[in-house]
């Protein structure tokens, strides 16, 4: 089981430094998670995620379970040793793909998208197709329509065989579009899951290998996300995730609510969240964990993060800029290529051209999650954060 | 400007051990050249092909010529510095590319398919399609239709400009179905081209610093073979590359007949030669370079080279195989992975999957050529080869 323990906290903020103990080494936090989909950064090698000073990796349960299953995943002795990572490691919870890569393919469940596939943003109801029933989801696999149920018992089960040493309860990730009836409902129905999570986290975990997390959901409503944090976060788990969709806007509110009222001694982790602006907000609310799969698909598309703004590096203007991306990045890719080269990589549609842009986005958002961590330390989180975001935007 | 010496010949065959001097480094021969197409070997960083202690990276005139085009090339440093590869480079002539990629598309002008591409062997005749007249060949790009003329000259004038330690001289790549009149025919060509291609380099690089090399053809026939070997190899070349397409059989034959008339005291390079038996015959029969897509291509497609033969990883029965590829191997895919994750990364369609899959082939046809030259320098060739093919083909 986690240890967290706070190193500093920001005066007049949530903000906070720390840092989590796991029997697979130590996260400091604030900490950037990198995805790893199907026990696999997209395009990288396992000692490239090394190289990339990456603290912790976070699978996705959906796609595990689908393939090549929980099984053989266990017989490696979990995901982390199964893809060569042996430090920290965290699965979610798979209900949040089962809705949007699932039956609810393509309804408004997803702020982010996952693996190589977009989810639109639709009007469409989740839970019509989802068929969401106390019970659990029942989904189709986005590989072979095959059909299948998640319960919050067997999220604990699969989980437990994917051996991460964090894991989250199953909970219901409702769309930001869905009405305040429905997201009330939702919220029960996901309190009720958090405890059946628990309890058969319980009895499969005896000697405490998993620390598990709660969801708070509860859309963009202050008294559901309060409520949330209060009767979740009354619940002896191990830390928390924040789920749902939030606009830019709604992070340093609705984050602020929830991890106001969380426990303060309980590592928090803000799902799906990657943008440099969400990152210095999401920390300054109070967050301590984000993971998100933006930096690698960005740089998949050639849209790349540098402290000026985010380029694409397919724009005809860098196809003779022998320079690196950016000059001040120390990355493998900065310090061995130029623009003229990626450009060159992409507009040939060469597979190096993104492991070599993932390196960089992954870099880029690691450090900077860094940075931040060390500006809490120093007091120049203010100041930091200002500097960083009129370059970044432009403003 | 290269130089070469022989360390050990092989008695009672024209099997040599030597090395090559180049500005960039020094190669020991025989010795498997890497190909980087496009001034990239596909799905892997520059680290990860020094790593692996590729001694030589060759790229293609044909595809740096339509992109991102050899005056960006130039403009780096050349296709080496472009592409952060600091050791000796080589660039084909284009020519067989133009004939296999371009106009000629399909048609049997191949031994090897490039990039992606397969080219199929159909009995349609190279030179319909590829217009070839005696100024040089008239191709389409597969890029985008678009014309593009490539001649001794000018394939002289972009390979200067792409700057590798060793070039080729423009040659024709005839079909191996070519009747005997249109492959003496098009030996005069290539002969006329040769001294052209000798004519225009010698005016380009004054101070000596790219190495060229004539091209034998000749097809399937002793006499135009030899005919090709004497009269190339009384050209003041500084290496001879060996084109055209062979059968098993041939390697050990037609490469003879060529090697025993060209000057023993320049290094041979047999064009587009990767598997281990064509290796072994290629090196018996007198060649120091061979240079071939097979390994990175077949790694894409999930085919692996053991000690034990070939595998495909996509089989089934290896989903769940705890063991490296090759027990023995010492690459780094089987140094840290296993069959089943391998497996699983194919299966998933990860790109991973074609790194992982690419540095070990190349790991596997690097050493191979690093042991056969250590078994000629120790006088173990015969048994080494006897063991290693028995094992291989299962004979």
């Known amino acids: 089981m986690l240890k967290f323990s706070i190193h500093k906290k920001l005066d007049g903020t949530l903000a906070r430094a720390g840092e989590i103990e796991t029997k697979n080494g130590k996260i400091l936090t604030p900490a950037f998670v990198t995805v790893g989909t199907k026990a696999t950064v ?12 990456a603290q912790v990796v976070l699978a996705n349960t959906y796609h595990l379970y689908l393939q090549p299953g929980e099984d053989i995943v266990a017989k490696a002795g979990g995901f982390g040793p199964f893809m060569d990572w042996h430090g920290p490691t965290m699965t979610d919870s798979g209900g949040f793909q089962a809705f949007s890569l ?38 189709k696999s986005h590989l072979d329509g095959s059909k299948h149920l998640f319960t919050p018992e067997s999220s ?16 219901e990730c409702t769309s930001p579009t869905a009405p305040y009836d429905y997201q009330k409902k939702s919220l029960a ?12 986290h ?33 619940l002896p788990f191990d830390g928390f995730g924040i789920g749902g969709s939030f606009t830019k806007e709604d992070i340093g509110t609705a984050v602020g609510w929830v991890n106001a009222l969380l426990p303060e001694d309980k590592p928090r982790h803000l ?15 109070g967050c301590d964990l984000f993971d998100c799969i933006a930096p690698t698909r960005m740089a998949r598309h050639g849209t790349l993060h540098t402290k000026d703004g985010r380029i694409n590096i397919k724009n005809a203007k860098f196809v003779d800029q022998f320079v ?22 992409f507009r040939g549609e060469e597979m190096t051209a993104a492991s070599l842009a993932s390196i960089h986005n992954l870099h880029f958002i690691l450090r900077l999650v ?15 954060k200002k500097e960083f975001l009129e370059r970044y935007y432009k403003k």
């Open 324 to 345: 690196p991306l950016d000059e001040d990045c120390t990355c493998y890719t900065c310090t061995h290529h130029t623009r003229a080269y990626l450009a060159h990589l």
């Open 189 to 200: 129905r996901t309190y009720e899951w958090a405890k059946r999570s628990l309890e058969r």
């Open 42 to 53: 997209k395009s990288l090698t396992s000692e490239q995620i090394r190289s990339l000073n």
């Open 370 to 384: 860094e940075n931040i961590r060390a500006s809490i330390l120093d007091d120049s989180f203010h100041q930091y």
């Open 102 to 139: 699932g039956a609810a393919f393509g309804t408004a469940v997803s702020k982010i998208s996952t693996s190589d596939v977009e989810v639109s943003d639709t009007s469409v109801n989740p839970g019509q197709l989802a068929k969401v029933t106390d019970e659990g989801v029942t989904f």
């Open 202 to 234: 319980e009895a499969l975990d005896t000697e405490k290998q998993q620390s598990l997390f709660g969801v708070v959901q509860g859309g963009r409503y202050q008294e559901l996300r309060e409520e949330a944090a209060r009767t979740i976060g009354a």
């Open 156 to 171: 604990m089960e699969i989980q437990w065989k994917l051996g991460a040493d964090m894991i989250f309860a199953f909970d």
């Open 271 to 285: 799902l799906g969240i990657g943008e440099p602006l969400d990152l210095f907000n999401a920390v300054e609310a």
